[in-house]
């Protein structure tokens, strides 16, 4: 039963990070392809700050690795526990919800930029400033995640 806890943390963390970057990207994309409408000279743009939401699934998959090999350690060492358990699924929750919250919101940044980009505004870098912000809170999430599965 324990195993099965740690591993539910480990599906939150890559599927709901993967999921908020899906939506994430999707939301860029369809911005970008107004934006070409107006402005396809600055496609490059488009792409660049489309990809940004994308990060968070990489920092669950990131935080796969870190939990799978602490998982490995614990079960090799004999069983897992409650403790262990409930910790590495509340990693989980915690990058996976945070992960996938803050891709999305990142997206709406990004979206709002290359709409401007669309329009003819310079905000190609204060776009890329701004969305940085939203992703700070997933790179906490994923520190936080390594300190758990860590401390085993």
């Known amino acids: 039963m324990n195993e099965m806890l740690s591993f539910l943390g480990i599906v939150l963390m890559v599927g709901l990070t993967g999921i908020g970057s899906s939506i994430g ?5 369809n911005a970008a392809i107004g934006a070409m409408k107006k402005n396809p000279d600055a496609l490059g743009q488009y792409i660049g700050l489309s990809a ?6 990489l ?16 079960i090799a060492a004999g069983p897992v526990s409650v ?3 409930w910790a590495i699924l509340a990693a989980g929750i915690i990058l996976g919800v945070v992960g996938a919250y803050s891709s999305i919101r990142q997206a709406q940044v ?9 329009n003819g505004e310079n905000v190609f870098s204060a776009t890329m400033v701004m969305a940085v912000f ?17 401390s085993f």
């Open 25 to 29: 990207v999707t939301i860029c994309g």
């Open 52 to 57: 940004l939401p994308s990060s968070q699934g």
């Open 59 to 74: 920092y669950g998959f990131v935080g796969f690795f870190m939990a799978k090999a602490a998982l490995d350690k614990l």
């Open 83 to 85: 403790y262990a358990a």
């Open 110 to 118: 990004c979206a709002n930029g290359i709409q401007a980009i669309g």
């Open 134 to 150: 939203p992703e700070l809170y997933s790179i906490l999430a994923l520190l936080v995640t390594i300190l758990i599965v860590g």
